[in-house]
């Protein structure tokens, strides 16, 4: 039975991995075939053999791919229609999710009352204050609104390392996302919608928002209230991003994250409550498994409560039938339960993360023998559970954190035996002075992790491993995990450590790799050599939390293994080049910063040493070279020229390649280089100057780069209609071959061989769900 369902969760998830989906008369038509097949085989193997059971596996692996491609056609065929995107449409709805707060106002979930095959019924809406004394009502789960808004499809930046928000959008349901604009018709219909349909779940959203309400209410604005809503109800949205860069460098991270554990030891407590009450064996299975649900509803229902709750449901339902549920049955049951549900189940981080640490210590533990103490025991699982983390968080994150132990050996106890139950309890009326009993307690915990956070070495980056090297170190981890008395098992230790030791890749000796990145809007580009690395613009700044340099460039530069930068050029103080300059300065130590920044700008003060760029400046590392073309000294502080047109322009030249990053100069900064040096403005790739604005890229110009290829970074449907058509007309007449980034997420450029090869991070990895690149 393992093995069979097993084979149902690889089908599920090898859908997943596809880049299309297949028809589905064709999988039906194959899933009848093989179970024909399957069964006139079955009938003459008998009961028992390896045969029999390899037989059923692999038909079960055709059933979960079958399955898994039926349910992604219905959702993909929800999907908004592309006439429609950014449109003004009158929207009548209901908010059936628990709003979440954002810089500036709140993101919500909407549930039209009528349906529409151009537009799906559920959307992702955001609503924001504007004007100076703009703001946005009051939202509550059950709330019923006409509404202005506009929508598009789900987009999300593609870069080495980032989150995948089309992914993440496509397991949620949310086929259409948009925000609502300003209109003096925009009105609350009713305060609470009573469509059957709506009921189940606006009956948990409610209980949830009041129980926020409840806790916001009596801890106001105080320090770590964010985290006390977050481990109630599952809303993250008060947490700072500085607060989760703490969890995260110290290892706490799931415990913020409703982990599996708070819902474990509530329905532990709860059971053994329910035994001095009723001493019997099923009603305090029974208690427990209720109390698993509830607080899995309260908390959003995520991947990790899900595993949980399932969990605990195959063994209330073995203890039920007075069955022996053995370990692993009870975890396949609950990953296959999970898939079933949810196929889109295995796109989500934690799914992995909370199936691979339960998997890693119950095969740690398969073997046990003797007794141990409570202490010993506390401390194998916390040894286990660290170690088993490792190459899935360098796999998806790139770093792992060096305190993580000691860090979590204060903060589970201290936040799943103190921080939860108190926080649970305070939320029940009549009982709010437990919830500054929980923050008062989390606050301590706080502060430990910041004295772990700061030692040397907290954390621990490596390079993303590739396949030969993940599965080298998963094999040393096994052997690591296994029993005592396995030959080679502390030699596990050694593959283990390759995972963090494995140098990062580089390029050969005078080659060069460029990342140019999908950071929406703006600029980012990374740019490697052998033993050198420097970034050319951070990326814009999003909003007062979030900027390129965070999002993305810092996740690139984990995932490709860079820890430090010799080098940083912001070309101009534009916040589409600049805006995250400030969060890549504070993050990793660089050499230089290289701008044409005015002096006094803040981020002059962060970096060690500061140089303004001049045309004729010129380094070489390891056989590439480097050369400013622009401003002239006299130029790059002059007030009275635009901003554009003091960027710094730069030439790289790799083995007789040319690749030429203008910033955003317009059309006198490039009649300007024409003629002081237009043979020197020869590239074989261009990245666009000002993302293909009307403003630059002028047909002289053109003519002299003769570019190849040429490269617009633009954000998807980007109010500014960047890229121009008849600029862009203009490439192509040229027969100018050309990408844009809101297409192709990341572009990379490799230099090697005296070869210049180009590549697109959705044409490395395309799924079926990005509908966008094939257009």
């Not at 086929?175 to 059957?196: C, F, I, P, Y």
């Not at 208690?287 to 959003?300: I, P, R, S, V």
């Not at 899900?306 to 339902?317: A, E, K, S, W």
């Not at 490697?528 to 390129?548: F, M």
Request: glycine share 10%.
């Amino acid at each position: 039975m393992r093995l069979s369902l097993a084979g149902f969760v690889a089908g599920i998830f090898l859908l997943q991995c596809s880049p299309r989906l297949f028809p589905l008369p064709a999988g039906l038509a194959a899933m009848a075939l093989a179970l024909l097949v399957g069964t006139r085989v079955l009938r003459r193997q008998g009961p028992g053999g390896g045969l029999r059971r390899v037989l059923l596996a692999s038909m079960a692996l055709l059933f979960g791919l079958v399955y898994a491609d039926g349910r992604a056609q219905l959702r993909m065929a929800e999907t908004l229609e592309p006439a429609l995107e950014g449109r003004d449409l009158s929207l009548s709805g209901t908010v059936i999710s628990l709003p979440e707060s954002v810089p500036g106002g709140q993101r919500f979930l909407f549930r039209l009352d009528d349906g529409s095959p151009k537009v799906p019924r559920t959307l992702s809406l955001a609503w924001f204050a504007e004007g100076m004394d703009g703001h946005v009502p009051e939202l509550h789960p059950g709330q019923r609104w006409h509404l202005h808004g506009s929508l598009k499809r789900p987009h999300g930046l593609v870069n080495p390392g980032g989150f995948d928000f089309e992914a993440w959008a496509l397991s949620q349901g949310i086929r259409a996302t948009g925000s609502v604009r300003t209109a003096q018709d925009n009105r609350l219909l009713t305060a609470h919608d009573e469509a059957w349909e709506n009921v189940p779940r606006l009956l948990v959203e409610t209980a949830r928002d009041r129980v926020r309400a409840r806790i916001l209410s009596r801890l106001g604005a105080a320090r770590w209230s964010g985290v006390v809503v977050a481990l109630v109800v599952g809303d993250q949205s008060l947490i700072r991003s500085e607060d989760w860069q703490l969890f995260w460098n110290t290892g706490v991270g799931h415990l913020i994250s409703i982990s599996g554990l708070h819902i474990t030891l509530l329905a532990g407590l709860v059971a053994r409550i329910a035994g001095w009450l009723w001493p019997s064996l099923r009603v305090r299975w029974m208690a427990g498994f209720a109390a698993a649900t509830a607080y899995a509803l309260l908390a959003g229902f995520s991947v990790p409560t899900q595993r949980t709750l399932y969990m605990i449901g195959v063994v209330t339902f073995a203890r039920f039938r007075q069955m022996d549920a053995p370990a692993s049955l009870v975890l396949v049951f609950a990953l296959a339960t999970a898939v079933l549900v949810d196929p889109w189940a295995p796109l989500s981080v934690g799914f992995w993360l909370s199936f691979g640490a339960v998997g890693a210590l119950m095969y740690a533990d398969a073997y046990a023998v003797g007794r141990r103490s409570a202490w010993r025991a506390a401390l194998r699982t916390q040894w286990t559970a660290t170690w088993a983390m490792v190459p899935l968080l360098l796999l998806l994150f790139g770093q792992v954190s060096l305190v993580s132990p000691l860090a979590n050996a204060f903060a589970i106890p201290a936040v799943s035996l103190g921080v939860v139950p108190l926080a649970l309890l305070g939320a029940v009326p009549g009982l709010g002075t437990l919830l500054q009993a929980a923050h008062g307690l989390f606050a301590g915990v706080a502060w430990g992790l910041s004295w772990t956070g700061q030692w040397p070495m907290a954390v621990w980056s490596a390079a993303t491993p590739g396949p030969a090297v993940f599965a080298t170190g998963v094999l040393g981890l096994a052997f690591l995990l296994a029993p005592v008395g396995l030959p080679g098992r502390r030699a596990g230790a050694l593959a283990l450590g390759a995972l963090l030791l494995v140098p990062a890749p580089r390029p050969e000796a005078g080659g060069l790799w460029m990342d140019v990145l999908d950071v929406g809007q703006g600029l980012a580009i990374v740019i490697r050599t052998r033993q050198h690395a420097l970034v050319y613009d951070a990326g814009p700044r999003y909003s007062a939390e979030s900027d390129g340099g965070s999002r993305v460039v810092l996740p690139a530069l984990r995932a490709m293994g860079l820890n430090r930068l010799d080098g940083l050029i912001i070309s101009h103080r534009d916040t589409d080049h600049s805006g995250g300059a400030a969060s890549l300065l504070k993050a990793v130590p660089v050499d230089w910063l290289l701008s044409s920044l005015e002096p006094g700008h803040p981020l002059l003060a962060q970096a060690p040493r500061t140089l303004p760029c001049v045309a004729g400046q010129q380094w070489e590392w390891d056989g590439v070279r480097f050369d400013l073309l622009h401003p002239l000294a006299s130029d790059v502080w002059d007030g009275l020229r635009k901003t554009n047109d003091r960027g710094c322009v730069l030439r790289v030249t790799a083995q007789g390649w040319r690749l030429l990053l203008p910033a955003d100069i317009e059309a006198l900064s490039e009649r300007e280089l024409l003629a002081r040096d237009p043979e020197g403005l020869a590239a074989d790739l261009l990245v666009a100057p000002h993302h293909g604005s009307r403003t630059s890229s002028t047909a002289a110009f053109l003519d002299a780069v003769a570019p190849r290829w040429a490269i617009f970074t633009v954000g998807y449907r980007n109010h500014f209609g960047h890229p121009k058509p008849d600029v862009a007309a203009r490439y192509d007449e040229r027969r100018i071959a050309s990408l844009r980034t809101d297409q192709t997420g990341a572009v990379g450029i490799a230099v090697e061989n005296r070869r210049l090869s180009l590549s697109t991070a959705r044409g490395r990895f395309p799924h079926y769900w990005e509908v966008l690149s094939a257009e």
